[in-house]
């Protein structure tokens, strides 16, 4: 994926930035895994394409879905996520680097596979036409995309904490940013336009664990994982501790089982070729 914006720098800075905190977001996503996997329909083995595998968290889970001689190859623009996606998944998969809007394969897929991956692209119609040529006749996508932002937990309460002591610009819906397709339909028509087939989606709800020993903990993780919290960078000591503080009290009103629950929303986008 390429970015025109650098808070979504993947190939650079935003990769590093997941990298560094892979093991507590894996952790954190790790719920999301078995209804995007279903998704897939894998039924008999085939070759799987992972669009922004990132760390191959999710790659795992769907080689541990796969019928044996399935053989999948994770893709991402990152090569901090392709370097550490290669380290942690040994046998199961491989990893390009590849930017997926313009690349093309040598042989095509019987299943695309995206979770929170598709967001991104500067121009989507352009990547999603490029996406086609990925994907075999007869063969099956599935796209986890996350739904509105008020309805998506842990960013709805960074957003909140940060607006309380800095400005944020409102969102532009058609930006790139991960709550770009919070109304499924914009996606459903931009593959439709690439020429996929029966494009639907069905929503998800389900509640995501932050990964940390306490309220405070959490607080710091999604600030320290989130690029909404780009902002706070230049802010005063007390402006930044007043973020926090907040974002600790909304981790403290979902906490439960030694972790701060936020409820969301996934839309799960599927399409034929």
Do not use: K
Request: aromatic share 8%; glycine share 10%.
């Amino acid at each position: 994926m390429r970015e025109q914006a650098s808070e979504y720098d993947w190939a650079g800075g935003r990769g590093a930035q997941w990298r560094d905190q892979l093991d507590g977001m894996e952790a954190m996503l790790a719920p999301v895994d078995a209804p995007f996997v279903a998704a897939l329909a894998l039924d008999a083995p085939c070759r799987i394409a992972e669009i922004a595998c990132g760390g191959g968290g999710t790659t795992r889970a769907i080689a541990a879905a796969a019928p044996a001689g399935s053989d999948i190859t994770g893709f991402d623009i990152s090569p901090d996520l392709v370097a550490a996606a290669t380290a942690r998944a040994g046998t199961v998969a491989r990893f390009v680097e590849a930017d997926v809007a313009r690349y093309r394969p040598e042989r095509r897929f019987d299943r695309l596979a995206s979770r929170f991956g598709v967001m991104f692209f500067d121009d989507p119609a352009a990547a999603f036409a490029n996406l086609r040529h990925w994907l075999a006749p007869g063969g099956r996508l599935a796209f986890a995309v996350w739904g509105p932002v008020g309805e998506v937990g842990f960013m709805a309460q960074i957003r909140a904490a940060i607006a309380s002591v800095v400005e944020l610009p409102p969102a532009d819906p058609d930006a790139p940013g991960p709550v770009r397709y919070g109304d499924p339909a914009r996606l459903i028509a931009l593959l439709d336009a690439a020429g996929f087939q029966g494009a639907a989606s069905h929503s998800w709800h389900g509640a995501l664990p932050v990964p940390a020993a306490t309220p405070e903990a959490a607080a710091d993780f999604l600030l320290a994982s989130s690029s909404t919290a780009a902002p706070l960078l230049g802010a005063p000591p007390a402006q930044r501790e007043a973020a926090r503080a907040r974002l600790a009290e909304a981790c403290a009103g979902h906490w439960r089982d030694g972790n701060a629950w936020m409820p969301v929303r996934v839309e799960i986008v599927t399409a034929a070729g």
